[in-house]
T-cell receptor, first 113, second 113 residues
Framework: AQTVTQSQPEMSVQEAETVTLSCTYDTSENNYYLFWYKQPPSRQMILVIRQEAYKQQNATENRFSVNFQKAAKSFSLKISDSQLGDTAMYFCAYTYNNNDMRFGAGTRLTVKP | ETGVTQSPTHLIKTRGQQVTLRCSSQSGHNTVSWYQQALGQGPQFIFQYYREEENGRGNFPPRFSGLQFPNYSSELNVNALELDDSALYLC????????????FGAGTRLSVL
């Protein structure tokens, strides 16, 4: 079964500091995609960053970067220079067939001023 | 804003009733995926429509059904509503039956009393 686990229900960070959100997944597939989505109170899911499993290089998008460890089936998100606008639910997600996307239960991140 | 619109924003129904939720996909997108997000959980894949045909389905009973129209907008229909159907229903649009690049709407909050 393909499952996604986020072991941190809630986290907080001071503005301008760095925080890392954890995600592990279970799959027997070799090729797949991994994602981090942000869901602010407005409810709209926003793609933060995407990683293709066959690419060894970790994806980076401005202040957001991932640590993708394929053998360990781990996919953590690092947010640098945290901003108040980063406060949201963050979901890790996975798809192997580019059709059915599986999400973790989410991590609620609060950035404190 | 992603260009994906959902209606209505909120809906209240009673157990046993039927409901129709609507989603307009982003311009140029021919694929719509539907997700159910229960309170405090991550989204769960219901099904996907690609070029007016169902193109994948999650673990949901047949009383969850859908349609996609020639303009690629989509409907989610739920019959015989149960209390556990109370959730945020999200749709996402993409191209080519794939979800590695998809854009979400803001969702419809359904409450079943």
């Amino acid at each position: 079964a393909q499952t996604v686990t986020q072991s941190q229900p809630e986290m907080s960070v001071q503005e301008a500091e760095t925080v890392t959100l954890s995600c592990t997944y279970d799959t027997s597939e070799n090729n797949y995609y991994l994602f981090w989505y942000k869901q602010p109170p407005s409810r709209q899911m926003i793609l933060v960053i995407r990683q293709e499993a066959y690419k060894q290089q970790n994806a980076t998008e401005n202040r957001f970067s991932v640590n993708f460890q394929k053998a360990a089936k781990s996919f953590s998100l690092k947010i640098s220079d945290s901003q108040l606008g980063d406060t949201a639910m963050y979901f890790c997600a996975y798809t192997y067939n580019n059709n059915d996307m599986r999400f973790g239960a989410g991590t609620r991140l609060t950035v404190k001023p | 804003e992603t260009g994906v619109t959902q209606s209505p924003t909120h809906l209240i129904k009673t157990r046993g009733q039927q409901v129709t939720l609507r989603c307009s996909s982003q311009s140029g997108h021919n694929t719509v995926s539907w997700y159910q997000q229960a309170l405090g959980q991550g989204p769960q894949f219901i099904f996907q429509y690609y070029r007016e045909e169902e193109n994948g389905r999650g673990n949901f009973p047949p009383r969850f059904s859908g349609l996609q129209f020639p303009n690629y907008s989509s409907e989610l229909n739920v019959n015989a509503l149960e209390l556990d159907d109370s959730a945020l229903y999200l749709c996402a649009s993409s191209r080519g039956g794939q979800v590695n690049i998809q854009y979400f709407g803001a969702g419809t909050r359904l409450s079943v009393l």
